[in-house]
């Protein structure tokens, strides 16, 4: 049994990998695709955003996307391998629950190009988003690199990023 979380920032193809990886038998889900687990909290208040927000990068400086780390834990307590995705900006709370963390990447104009040709997720598109996103992108990847995350190259097509993260899982 071994849990896996893959992370990435955004527009690196985490929900793409989970329905391939789930395709091929391996449990797999995107903490973004599963409902009410995780949130928009104010940073100031503490208080979760229960309304439509435009997500700029106003919005996002002055918030954090929350995963809750119970249920995130009850979720991945399965039997055989689990592979969990997403980016949180609480990630360092459930890091411990997991036996390997795997960092999707790419260039800044490959995840920007994603972002903006996906249709089942906002977030990123706001160009004041993206200059957030650019501007603390390598930050967060040095950070989750130093604390022994494996790094994946997502510039390939995504049948050949799965098989590289096959390997990783196994």
Known sequence: ???????????????SIANKLNEKGIKSFSIDEVPNLCHWVNKRDGK???YEVKLDRAFIESHEWVCDAEALKNLSNQEGTVVV????????????????VILLQCKPETFLKRILERKDNIF???????????????????????????SINVEQPLDIVVENILREIK
């Open 1 to 15: 049994m071994s849990k896996i979380y893959i992370t990435g920032i955004s527009g690196t193809g985490k929900t």
């Open 85 to 100: 995705l997403g980016l949180a900006d609480n990630q360092n709370e459930f890091l411990p629950l997991f036996d390997k």
């Open 48 to 50: 979760v955003v229960d």
């Open 124 to 150: 990123g598109q706001d160009k004041s988003a993206q200059e957030y996103l650019l501007r603390t992108y390598e930050k967060y990847e040095s950070d989750i690199l130093k604390n022994g995350a494996v």
